[in-house]
């Protein structure tokens, strides 16, 4: 499974950003999709997370903010980031578990996109 993410780039403090996350390979089955988050110096942490049903969670920074959605017919998840705030600068790693025909069901990652939020 292949992970391409977009949507990054610099906007000021309270604007909004929305990151998008496209999955594709032979792919039988995706369960949870994730946006995590790695700031410079810090740990990467999990910003919000949906399961195959849509139902999702969020870190508590994040809650009320940021929207996380996605299209199971398209392999896709997204991040509606509103109210950013500098502390919001990382960058966005989109996280899936998922199926190939013919393997093991495993954890795949994109290579991140860059979030720059400016005062």
């Known amino acids: 499974v292949q992970l391409v993410e977009s949507g990054g780039g610099l906007v000021q403090a309270g604007g909004s950003l929305r990151l998008s996350c496209a999955a594709s390979?032979?792919?039988?089955?995706?369960?949870?999709m994730t946006w995590y988050r790695q700031a410079p110096g810090k740990q990467r942490e999990l910003v919000a997370g949906t399961s195959m049903d849509g139902r999702a969670q969020y870190a508590d920074s994040v809650k009320g903010r940021f929207t996380i959605s996605r299209d199971n017919a398209k392999n896709t998840v997204s991040l509606q980031m509103n109210s950013l705030k500098p502390e919001d600068t990382a960058v966005y790693y989109c996280?899936?578990?998922?199926?190939?025909?013919?393997?093991?069901?495993?954890?795949?990652w994109g290579r991140g996109t860059q979030v720059t939020v400016s005062t």
């Open positions: 996280n899936v578990d998922a199926w190939e025909y013919g393997e093991a069901p495993r954890e795949y």
């Open positions: 390979g032979r792919i039988f089955r995706i369960n949870d």
